[in-house]
């Protein structure tokens, strides 16, 4: 099986490539950068084919996948800077990226016969509430631009292609690239007092995890929709930095103890408005996972436990 992986300069990119290697399958990398541009860590991401593709040039696209010809197409590749997506010179760009080149991938994997994953976001829905949300529900109401573009890509998947699986993820970390932990492990060191919103509700998600999940997908054709967040109970964004903190306390850095460093739980309201409006519920139901015969994530905890275990902090 020849897996092409766009988005390998990026957090899940990079942990997809390293999990088709571990299994043996033929991965081609793409990004719009002219050589791979992750992070050097050893793994068979530095080493194995890479491409450059833009995947806002219609031509771009469809240059490399005919010349790769893969059996499946796994679309990381995105605009996620949610604030930056909000300004008005920025717009055109985001939407080129998350809906036009997703809508390029789709069109040739549809010509191609090639399997797609995208990987879309809860910011299709509204965030209001505090049901979970099914990967089949179809009440959306995107809150924000990246949302909204999101949306587009998912209908340009799903309006080519029978052969996809699209899959919301929430809250995302991993090793190559910026993240929620990565920020509250820096500002800790320098402040003694943090503020935390306390009423987003949701689950992290572990890259690496996810990564060997999407490749158990593609090895089927239990195609549709999938929500796909670590396990572990549903949580603030305060409730995360709490527990980031007495992790990284109980591995030695005293630093991020409770004597030096206080976080405060606020309202989102009280911590202030930013550019881009952020749903309060971020809850996705995953039972459809299992329902399918996928083994879930493991629980966000044992998750970060691993992660603050790989990065030097």
């Known amino acids: 099986m020849k897996v092409l992986v766009t988005g390998v300069g990026g957090q899940l990119g990079h942990d997809v490539m390293n999990e088709l290697a571990q299994r043996g399958y033929e991965g081609v990398g793409s990004d719009i950068k002219e050589e791979y541009s992750g992070i050097q ?40 800077a949610v604030d930056n997506a ?13 809906a036009g080149g997703t809508e390029n991938i789709a069109k040739m994997c549809k010509e191609l016969n090639c399997k797609m994953v995208y990987i879309s976001t809860d910011y299709v829905f509204d965030g209001q509430g505090t049901e979970p949300w099914e990967p089949d529900c179809k009440d959306y109401a995107p809150l924000n631009v990246y949302g909204q573009t999101k949306l587009d890509g998912e209908l340009a ?10 899959v919301r993820i929430a809250w995302v970390f991993g090793k190559n690239g910026k993240n929620f932990i990565k920020t509250m492990l820096n500002v800790g060191k320098t402040h003694d007092k943090l503020t935390v919103v306390n009423d987003q ?5 572990y890259t690496f995890d996810l990564a060997r999940l999407l490749v158990d997908m593609i090895e089927t ?18 409730d995360f930095t709490k527990e980031i903190f007495r992790q990284a306390v109980a591995l030695g850095h005293e ?15 009280e911590y202030g408005v930013s550019k881009a409006a952020r749903p ?17 994530l493991p629980t966000w905890q044992d998750a970060l436990s691993r992660y603050l275990k790989e990065i030097e902090f």
């Open 41 to 80: 860590d050893g793994t068979p991401v530095t080493t194995m084919p890479y491409v450059p593709m833009d995947i806002t040039d219609a031509a771009s696209v469809e240059k490399v996948m005919r010349e790769v010809n893969p059996d499946v197409m796994v679309h990381c590749a995105a605009w996620t």
């Open 86 to 98: 909000e300004d008005e010179d920025k717009q055109a760009i985001v939407h080129a990226i998350n």
């Open 157 to 166: 998947v799903s309006g080519n292609l029978d052969k996809y699986f699209i």
């Open 201 to 205: 509700i949701g689950t992290p998600t």
């Open 221 to 238: 054709e239990k195609y549709g929709y999938y929500h796909a967040t670590n396990e572990g109970g549903y949580i603030s964004w305060y």
């Open 255 to 269: 630093e991020y103890s409770e004597d030096r460093l206080s976080v405060a739980p606020v309202t989102t309201e």
């Open 280 to 296: 309060f519920n971020s809850r996705l139901d995953k039972s459809k996972l299992v329902e399918n015969g996928f083994e879930p």
